[in-house]
Each structure stands twice: as C-alpha cells, then as structure tokens.
C-alpha cells in the first residue's frame, strides 16, 4: 500500500518556467489537498478537492493551478515559477465520510525557484 | 475565517521534565488533530479529537480536546529526548471543508 506518492521529490526551477507537482493515492480517498510548508513555519492550504471534477482555493491560491480528473490524481501546477514559491509541498488525501478520519501526507516535494 | 494559534512556539526543556502545548482555534471545529514533523520529514499523525472532553494517550504524549473553550493540549510527560521535533495542531471544519494548521511548536529535549 503505497498511500500519497509526490514526484518529484526535489527540483530547481528557473524564474518564469513551469511545472507540475504529481500527486498520486491509492487509498480511494475523496478528499485530497495541496500545502506549501515555508522553513520554520505551518502548512498553508494552496487548493483542495472533496472528488473528482471538483476543486477549490485555499488560503494561498495565487500562482498555482490544479485539476482532478480522477479520484486518484490531484496534480498542482505552478506557472511562472516565481522566487516566492521556493518552500517544501505536501499533498494530502482523506476519506469524507465519518468523523476521525486520518489525513495521510505525501513525503514532500522540495522546490527552489532560482 | 477559521485561525488556529499554537504556544509556545519555542520550547526547550529537560529530560525527564512535564510540559504542555496548547492549540487554541477561533471557530467551532468538527475535530482536532496533532501531528509530529522531524527536520525534513513529512507529518506524522498523533492524535485525531473529535468530542469535547476527549482525551487520547499515546506512550509520553497525551492530547485533550474542549470545545467549549476552543483549546487543545498537548501533554508531554517526562520528556525523553526523541521526543524532540516540531508539534502541529490542525482543525478541521466540516462546512468548509479544510484542514487549517498552526504554526507549530519545535521542541527541544536537552539530555
């Protein structure tokens, strides 16, 4: 059971270019969120999705897009990457339905923006 | 707009000592939840609180929830030093639909 699967784990991207961060469950989960994690600071919530065709912003949407075509995959796109946007980006899926639900993270991607 | 405050957010202390962190939040929240990052890593979940009044224990650690005050705890008893990492409270609220964190607290546990 692989769980949240991120690639890449670590990349340098230029001023101005563009990426995508992978995020893969495998858990079934409909629910499944993007954080950026500043050094020495909390997660701040960047998109989420509650199922497939469905998604919304959070706090720190600016400069990001996402799409979920399917429950598995929820990827975050970053357009003109920005030195800004340099921090660490967890991804993290749950199950809606019932109260206590665990909210499994990914391992991080770790993304400098030069 | 839901906020969630944690303190201290610095904490050194002594092998052996008692501590508490608190998690204190601005709405009403469906449940609470503590987790465990070490440096570089992901989180690790601890606790998940869903009622007032609820309590859960894990080893040194043991987590409290009220809901009527909006304030969770964080208990560490006797700190050993792989205790040492930073702590995070999130709240969840149904309505919309998200997980908001604090800003952590990184504890240090001096041998």
């Known amino acids: 059971n692989a769980g949240v699967t991120q690639t890449p784990k670590f990349r340098i991207l230029k001023i101005g270019q563009s990426m995508t961060l992978q995020c893969t469950q495998d858990?079934?989960?409909?629910?499944m969120y993007w954080y950026r994690q500043d050094p020495g600071m909390g997660l701040k919530l960047i998109y989420y999705?509650?199922?497939?065709?469905?998604?919304d912003k959070g706090e720190v949407p600016n400069g990001y897009n996402v799409s979920r075509s399917t429950t598995e995959d929820f990827p975050l796109r970053l357009e003109l990457a920005a030195p800004s946007q340099t921090s660490v980006y967890f991804c993290?899926?749950?199950?809606?339905?019932?109260?206590?639900?665990?909210?499994?993270f990914g391992e991080g991607s770790w993304l400098t923006v030069v | 707009e839901l906020k969630v405050e944690q303190n201290p957010l610095f904490l050194s202390m002594q092998e052996g000592k008692n501590y508490t962190i608190y998690c204190n939040y601005s709405?009403?929240?469906?449940?609470l939840y503590w987790y465990r990052q070490d440096p570089g890593k992901s989180l690790e979940s601890l606790f998940v609180?869903?009622?007032?009044?609820a309590v859960k224990q894990e080893g040194r650690l043991m987590a409290s929830l009220d809901t009527k005050a909006r304030l969770s705890t964080l208990h560490i008893t006797a700190a050993v030093h792989d205790l040492s990492a930073t702590y995070f409270c999130?709240?969840?609220?149904?309505?919309?639909?998200?997980?908001?964190f604090g800003q952590g607290t990184r504890l240090t546990i001096n041998p």
């Open positions: 993290a899926s749950s199950y809606s339905k019932g109260l206590g639900n665990t909210i499994y």
């Open positions: 858990m079934n989960h409909n629910y």
């Open positions: 999705s509650v199922g497939a065709g469905i998604t």
């Open positions: 709405t009403t929240s469906d449940r």
């Open positions: 609180l869903l009622s007032n009044g």
């Open positions: 999130a709240v969840f609220t149904q309505g919309a639909q998200k997980l908001v």
